[in-house]
């Protein structure tokens, strides 16, 4: 949440003040550290920008200082780390940032951090470049997609570095493009400083397009707005902006006039850049004093070689130098101040060929030492192979004496423990065939069909038929339940637990098939298995009646012949099934023929099995399944 900006600066200068009560505590008479979250610390670095350049050195300074007094290890806290970097570049030292970046270590969590210190390496690659790879400006963009998808609060200021870099690349139309949405989303746009330095950038930017009408129209905005806050030092640019214009509108007198007073501002307050003498011998030329130009030009050469850091435009002052002293016809000076600006165009070429180089032995050394790491973790590896393959070695020895002594043992008792395990074989067929037996019983996708058409006639609207279903299915359901570990029950009640389905079928397919039960026994006197013909009726209902043109027709038919229950299952169906149904259809059959076995066949009798073939006579189709049971009455 930040403050309302008239009562910014305000606040600012209350957190300077109060910092010896807020930052610390105290305890046993001892001051320690109490650190902020990174949302305190980020808010405070990017909250900078609406101070001018001289009281955000203050700032910034004062808050390190007292902010960090106590901390013990200052150079592993991010934070410290960002805002002495912030520090340096307030104070123009730059060739020590790269140490402070170096420093920060972040957490996975900490994604302001991570993308701020992208922003700060970024800075640093690019700081003494004439122009931006096309590799650096792509890489731009994707860390902007990146903070976009992560809303980082840090995005608007890659912006303003994409702004830069089309201007060093004189790619001036989408430096305005990314200067204009660096401002539109700046958090802090609201900010007289942030205005300033806009409306300047803009200035700029239409200076370098020689774009009268745009460099009039921010011009124009900076001196009212500098004019507003009072502010010497803005409208003094400002001034110089529109010097900047005059010359491009050829009034020459004015623009020299503006210029010298904007120079003499900046040399007062001993903050002379090179390009402000630049401007001026500019000026001077313009205005055919080539003497001045020639003075101001040299002052511009040794403002620019005592820094450091702005020594890539000497040679363009040089240029300018030779140009006056050929305006003069003073071809030895024009000709020695040319040979110099392409001297030392070659030596920044050479130097910039020799940092390559010394990247490139860098690169070819670090390699070196990810080889030689490599070899060294190989070796290790190799090591750690041979003591592990001699653990097995001793270990498989170990293991072959007690298998061997097992096996002895095992030998030894061979007898019991296989009569032992063939107990044991048949009791868990008889349970896992007891598993798959219920699975079959009560299949899932016939309780799931059963409650969709429940739900189907609730939404009709068709209350009674509704509830007929749900006695129907609860009946159903119950019976499975009881009969569940039963081995045999009646003739009488599996045709009623087969009827109960048949029935809630018949509603499911609304009525799309008849069926009957003929039987030629006593059904009371008679048993079964459970559930054993529950999946051949499933099959015809299922598959062998599925979209039939005509109304299906099941007969099921008990009768008893040879001393033998046999069972006859014949539909009016498709006959001879899909492939699709085969598999699954197969495995309910070996299921069934599993569990005959198991309860009739023993000792190589074959007392229990069932035939089933596909009907195709006359015209007709369908299927037939005869089960053959040895026959068992109740005594």
Same mark, same amino acid.
């Given at each position: 949440?930040?403050?309302?900006?008239?009562?910014?600066?305000?606040?600012?200068?209350?957190?300077?003040?109060?910092?010896?009560?807020?930052?610390?505590?105290?305890?046993?008479?001892?001051?320690?550290?109490?650190?902020?979250?990174?949302?305190?610390?980020?808010?405070?670095?990017?909250?900078?920008?609406?101070?001018?350049?001289?009281?955000?050195?203050?700032?910034?300074?004062?808050?390190?200082?007292?902010?960090?007094?106590?901390?013990?290890?200052?150079?592993?806290?991010?934070?410290?780390?960002?805002?002495?970097?912030?520090?340096?570049?307030?104070?123009?030292?730059?060739?020590?940032?790269?140490?402070?970046?170096?420093?920060?270590?972040?957490?996975?969590?900490?994604?302001?951090?991570?993308?701020?210190?992208?922003?700060?390496?970024?800075?640093?690659?690019?700081?003494?470049?004439?122009?931006?790879?096309?590799?650096?400006?792509?890489?731009?963009?994707?860390?902007?997609?990146?903070?976009?998808?992560?809303?980082?609060?840090?995005?608007?200021?890659?912006?303003?570095?994409?702004?830069?870099?089309?201007?060093?690349?004189?790619?001036?139309?989408?430096?305005?493009?990314?200067?204009?949405?660096?401002?539109?989303?700046?958090?802090?746009?609201?900010?007289?400083?942030?205005?300033?330095?806009?409306?300047?950038?803009?200035?700029?930017?239409?200076?370098?397009?020689?774009?009268?009408?745009?460099?009039?129209?921010?011009?124009?905005?900076?001196?009212?707005?500098?004019?507003?806050?009072?502010?010497?030092?803005?409208?003094?640019?400002?001034?110089?902006?529109?010097?900047?214009?005059?010359?491009?509108?050829?009034?020459?007198?004015?623009?020299?006039?503006?210029?010298?007073?904007?120079?003499?501002?900046?040399?007062?307050?001993?903050?002379?850049?090179?390009?402000?003498?630049?401007?001026?011998?500019?000026?001077?030329?313009?205005?055919?004093?080539?003497?001045?130009?020639?003075?101001?030009?040299?002052?511009?050469?040794?403002?620019?070689?005592?820094?450091?850091?702005?020594?890539?435009?000497?040679?363009?002052?040089?240029?300018?130098?030779?140009?006056?002293?050929?305006?003069?016809?003073?071809?030895?000076?024009?000709?020695?101040?040319?040979?110099?600006?392409?001297?030392?165009?070659?030596?920044?070429?050479?130097?910039?060929?020799?940092?390559?180089?010394?990247?490139?032995?860098?690169?070819?050394?670090?390699?070196?030492?990810?080889?030689?790491?490599?070899?060294?973790?190989?070796?290790?590896?190799?090591?750690?192979?041979?003591?592990?393959?001699?653990?097995?070695?001793?270990?498989?020895?170990?293991?072959?004496?007690?298998?061997?002594?097992?096996?002895?043992?095992?030998?030894? !008792? *061979?007898?019991?423990?296989?009569?032992? =395990? #063939?107990?044991?074989? @048949?009791?868990?067929?008889? &349970?896992? %065939?007891? +598993?798959?037996?219920?699975?079959?019983?009560?299949?899932?996708?016939?309780?799931?069909?059963?409650?969709?058409?429940?739900?189907?006639?609730?939404?009709?609207?068709?209350?009674?038929?509704?509830?007929?279903?749900?006695?129907?299915?609860?009946?159903?359901?119950?019976?499975?339940?009881?009969? !569940? *570990?039963?081995?045999?029950?009646?003739? =009488? #009640?599996?045709?009623? @637990?087969?009827?109960?389905? &048949?029935? %809630?079928? +018949?509603?499911?397919?609304?009525?799309?098939?008849?069926?009957?039960?003929?039987?030629?026994?006593?059904?009371?006197?008679?048993?079964?298995?459970?559930?054993?013909?529950?999946?051949?009726?499933?099959?015809?209902?299922?598959?062998?009646?599925?979209?039939?043109?005509?109304?299906?027709?099941?007969?099921?038919?008990?009768?008893?012949?040879? =001393?033998?229950?046999?069972?006859?299952?014949?539909?009016?169906?498709?006959?001879? +099934?899909?492939?699709?149904?085969?598999?699954?259809?197969?495995?309910?059959?070996?299921?069934?023929?599993?569990?005959?076995?198991?309860?009739?066949?023993?000792?190589?009798?074959?007392?229990?099995?069932?035939?089933?073939?596909?009907?195709?006579?006359?015209?007709?189709?369908?299927?037939?399944?005869?089960?053959?049971?040895?026959?068992?009455?109740?005594?």
């Amino acid at each position: 949440m930040f403050f309302p900006f008239r009562y910014r600066k305000l606040f600012w200068v209350i957190t300077i003040i109060l910092m010896d009560s807020t930052l610390f505590s105290q305890s046993n008479g001892e001051r320690f550290f109490l650190p902020k979250n990174d949302d305190y610390y980020l808010n405070f670095i990017l909250a900078t920008d609406t101070l001018i350049p001289q009281k955000k050195q203050i700032v910034v300074s004062v808050f390190i200082k007292k902010e960090f007094a106590t901390l013990t290890d200052k150079e592993h806290f991010a934070p410290y780390n960002f805002l002495k970097i912030r520090d340096l570049r307030n104070r123009n030292l730059l060739d020590s940032i790269p140490y402070y970046l170096d420093k920060i270590h972040l957490k996975e969590q900490q994604t302001e951090f991570y993308f701020l210190k992208i922003l700060e390496n970024l800075r640093v690659e690019t700081s003494k470049k004439n122009s931006i790879s096309h590799d650096i400006i792509a890489k731009t963009l994707k860390i902007i997609e990146s903070a976009d998808e992560k809303n980082s609060k840090v995005t608007y200021k890659f912006f303003e570095e994409l702004a830069k870099f089309c201007f060093i690349n004189k790619n001036y139309e989408k430096a305005q493009v990314y200067s204009q949405i660096y401002f539109d989303k700046n958090i802090f746009n609201k900010s007289k400083v942030v205005q300033q330095r806009f409306y300047d950038i803009q200035c700029l930017i239409a200076i370098a397009k020689n774009d009268s009408t745009n460099l009039k129209k921010y011009m124009n905005k900076a001196i009212d707005l500098a004019k507003k806050n009072n502010d010497k030092e803005a409208l003094i640019r400002a001034k110089e902006f529109e010097s900047q214009y005059n010359i491009l509108t050829n009034n020459q007198k004015e623009s020299l006039i503006q210029t010298q007073e904007s120079y003499h501002f900046f040399k007062k307050k001993e903050r002379l850049e090179p390009s402000m003498a630049n401007n001026l011998a500019y000026t001077f030329l313009k205005n055919n004093k080539l003497d001045s130009a020639i003075y101001y030009f040299k002052e511009a050469i040794i403002l620019s070689r005592q820094n450091t850091n702005n020594q890539e435009n000497t040679n363009n002052y040089l240029k300018g130098l030779s140009e006056t002293y050929a305006l003069q016809k003073d071809y030895q000076n024009a000709y020695n101040s040319l040979k110099t600006a392409y001297s030392l165009e070659k030596e920044q070429e050479e130097k910039l060929q020799a940092q390559k180089i010394d990247s490139l032995l860098i690169q070819y050394e670090t390699k070196k030492k990810e080889q030689e790491i490599k070899i060294l973790r190989l070796n290790n590896e190799l090591n750690n192979k041979t003591i592990f393959q001699q653990k097995i070695i001793f270990f498989g020895a170990f293991l072959f004496i007690s298998l061997l002594s097992i096996g002895v043992y095992i030998l030894y !008792n *061979r007898k019991f423990l296989n009569e032992k =395990n #063939e107990k044991l074989q @048949i009791e868990n067929a008889r &349970l896992l %065939l007891e +598993q798959k037996t219920r699975q079959m019983q009560l299949n899932p996708h016939f309780i799931y069909n059963a409650i969709a058409n429940l739900q189907g006639l609730i939404s009709q609207e068709e209350k009674i038929e509704a509830n007929r279903y749900l006695v129907k299915l609860s009946n159903f359901i119950r019976k499975i339940l009881e009969i !569940n *570990r039963q081995e045999y029950i009646s003739l =009488n #009640e599996e045709i009623e @637990i087969l009827e109960n389905y &048949l029935q %809630l079928q +018949q509603i499911r397919f609304s009525d799309s098939f008849d069926y009957e039960f003929i039987t030629d026994l006593d059904p009371e006197t008679c048993i079964i298995p459970p559930m054993l013909i529950q999946p051949f009726i499933e099959n015809s209902v299922e598959h062998g009646f599925k979209n039939l043109p005509y109304k299906g027709h099941l007969q099921i038919h008990f009768y008893s012949e040879d =001393n033998k229950l046999k069972i006859n299952i014949r539909d009016n169906g498709w006959g001879i +099934q899909t492939p699709k149904n085969v598999t699954k259809k197969s495995l309910s059959k070996i299921i069934i023929q599993e569990r005959l076995d198991l309860l009739f066949n023993h000792n190589g009798k074959k007392l229990a099995y069932f035939i089933s073939q596909p009907i195709e006579e006359n015209e007709k189709t369908g299927y037939i399944v005869t089960i053959y049971l040895p026959l068992i009455l109740e005594k």
